[in-house]
Nanobody
Framework: QVQLVESGGGLVQAGGSLRLACAAS????????MGWFRQAPGKEREFVAF????????YNSDAVKGRFTISRDNAKNTVFLQMTSLKPEDTAVYYC????????????????WGQGTQVTVSS
């Protein structure tokens, strides 16, 4: 059973930066496309970014393009989300997810999920 554990969330002022990490265990990490999603109170889970198995391809949502960068370290079984120029509207619980197949922006396409980490951006 694959387990994903996010870390790095917290409270930051608008314009600041945070780096989220998601550590995977229980599977062959390089077998998975990895994604980041977020969910704000009262809203649906929203796609943020995904990265291919060996990091050659990455895709960000329009909402975070130019501000967030997804990366991975297969030797450490970890995927990262570097977030810069944070805005209050980025406030949400951030989840990492793993998928056996190619990247997707649809939450239902992912096979495994972490428990989430809270990111709060104050204005």
């Amino acid at each position: 059973q694959v387990q994903l554990v996010e870390s790095g969330g917290g409270l930051v002022q608008a314009g600041g930066s945070l780096r989220l990490a998601c550590a995977a265990s229980g599977g062959t990490f390089s077998s998975f496309t990895m994604g980041w999603f977020r969910q704000a109170p009262g809203k649906e889970r929203e796609f943020v970014a995904f990265i291919s198995r060996f990091g050659r391809n990455a895709y960000n949502s329009d909402a975070v393009k130019g501000r967030f960068t997804i990366s991975r370290d297969n030797a450490k079984n970890t995927v990262f989300l570097q977030m810069t120029s944070l805005k209050p509207e980025d406030t949400a619980v951030y989840y990492c997810a793993a998928r056996w197949k190619l990247g997707s922006a649809k939450p239902d396409d992912y096979n495994y999920w972490g428990q989430g980490t809270q990111v709060t951006v104050s204005s």
